[in-house]
């Protein structure tokens, strides 16, 4: 699998000077691809077998401006292919939501001159080699050579990105390159599922024991002082001084309550990933874009899952690290786990305010620890696991939930029941 490594790199004023150079060419290109994009979309937006212009063609046109004008030439030809790649993902993005529907989304936007765009160096144009990476560039003789931390290896590097964080005042490189698990993944008929949630991440393994971990929260705290800088920021006048120094106040605070976040994230999935015997962790396969459409979304929900990461970066960091300790995260289908019933399948309604699921059927329980059995069982069933489903319904009925063990018919979380397998 690969990763990415974000190495802070010491920068002398020469080699900022050469940087700031080839990031502006590159600018110019993605400002320059943008417009030509933009008259391409106007035109043909309503034209029947409409084709787009694409990344091909904007490529193939990079020789030409070359020979027009020879300040392009600095840039390594890798870095401007890049820069135009992301161009086209941000384009295909746009694409994409305008035909799912979204009339709101915008394309791309304009980057600004004191914007520094990231070099991207794609399998070519570096060399890492004594705990030091080179860059190639045609500005100057000045070298991009700089210090990596001592010790370091990097096998199979796919890319390199060399990009500059305003806030910080710091330029960094991010290398993605190859690591190997500490070992092969291996089913060993143990399995532990986890119901996320914004406030909690409960849990149930196939013994039938639950966990429950509480959610930090530090954008509860975070949230008054931005919007307070935010307010005081928008009563001045845009770009003074006093707008400028508002506005770094209100960034230092996000990156101080998204780096929290984060920090919590990665304990959190290192301990779970350390701490269970379970070879293979269930997780709901999360639909955060929809969210928002939700019939209960409210804007504290809203801002709980979209601006801070809490639900698909946790997972992305959960993902990482099983597979690098030779576990497996699968991520399950999770509609109507919290609705329905994990004794009998009974769908209920259940908004945010109700925490625990009373069924007709006997059945009353927190609705995240409903959720988490519904979750595994969902599992068990689609890949025809019916001693691990048998183990654990029994394990379950130990604690005094009775989920069917000896019936022909298992509960079928999406309502009612299904036809499964025959346990004897």
């Known amino acids: 699998m690969h990763i990415t490594a974000k190495i802070r790199i010491q920068v002398i004023p020469e080699q900022e000077d050469v940087l700031w150079h080839l990031s502006e060419k590159c600018r110019l290109v993605y400002n320059f691809a943008l417009a030509e994009r933009n008259r391409n979309y106007q035109e043909n937006k309503d034209r029947p ?20 004008y020879p300040e392009y030439k600095w840039v390594y030809s890798k870095v401007l292919q890049t820069t135009l ?6 384009f295909r993005s746009f694409f994409a939501l305008r035909q799912n529907g979204d009339k709101g989304a915008n394309p791309p936007g304009f980057k600004g001159k004191d914007h520094f765009c990231t070099l991207r160096y794609n399998q070519s144009g570096f060399k890492i080699e004594r705990d030091q990476i080179w860059f190639s560039h045609f500005y100057n003789t000045v070298p991009l050579i700089f210090a990596l931390p001592a010790g370091s290896q990097f096998i199979n590097v796919k890319q390199v990105d060399l990009f ?30 986890f119901d996320l949630g914004v406030t909690q991440h409960v849990g149930v393994n196939s013994h039938g024991k639950f966990i429950g971990f509480s959610v ?20 001045c006048k845009k770009k003074s001084r006093k707008w400028q120094k508002l ?28 701490n269970t015997r379970a070879n293979t962790i269930l997780v709901g396969d999360l639909s955060v874009k929809q969210m928002p459409r939700s019939r209960q979304a409210t804007p504290g929900l809203n801002r709980a899952t979209q601006n801070t990461g809490h639900l ?34 009974a769908l209920h309604d259940m908004p945010l305010w109700k925490r ?9 329980m927190d609705r995240d620890r409903n959720s988490a059995v519904n979750i595994m069982v969902r599992f068990l069933s689609q890949n025809a ?19 069917p063990v000896h019936s022909q018919e298992a509960p079928c979380v999406g309502g009612g029941s299904s036809r499964i397998w025959v346990v004897p």
Do not use: M
Request: charged content about 30%; proline content about 2%; hydrophobic content about 30%.
């Open 164 to 193: 500059y964080d305003d806030i910080k005042s710091a330029y960094y490189v991010s290398i993605v390159h190859e690591v190997q698990p500490a070992q092969e993944y291996r089913d060993n008929g143990l399995y532990q599922a």
């Open 216 to 235: 930090a929260r530090p954008d509860k705290y975070w949230k008054t002082p931005i919007a307070e800088l935010q307010a005081r920021r928008d009563h």
């Open 49 to 68: 077998g409409k084709q787009y212009i694409g990344y091909v063609q904007q490529a193939n046109a990079l020789p030409k401006l070359k020979e027009k």
């Open 85 to 90: 790649k992301s161009l086209d993902d941000d």
């Open 385 to 403: 696991l019916r001693t691990g489903y048998r183990q654990f319904a029994d394990n379950l009925r130990q604690t005094g939930l009775e989920i």
């Open 356 to 364: 625990v699921i009373e069924c007709e059927c006997g059945n009353t």
């Open 312 to 345: 698909s970066r946790f997972i992305r960091f959960l993902t990482y690290k099983a597979t690098l300790a030779g576990k497996r995260v699968i991520k399950i289908d999770e509609q109507n786990t919290t609705k329905a019933c994990c004794v009998c399948g």
């Open 247 to 274: 506005n770094r106040l209100k960034r230092k605070c996000e990156r101080k309550q998204g780096n929290q976040i984060k920090d919590f994230q990665h304990k959190l999935s290192k301990k779970i990933v350390e």
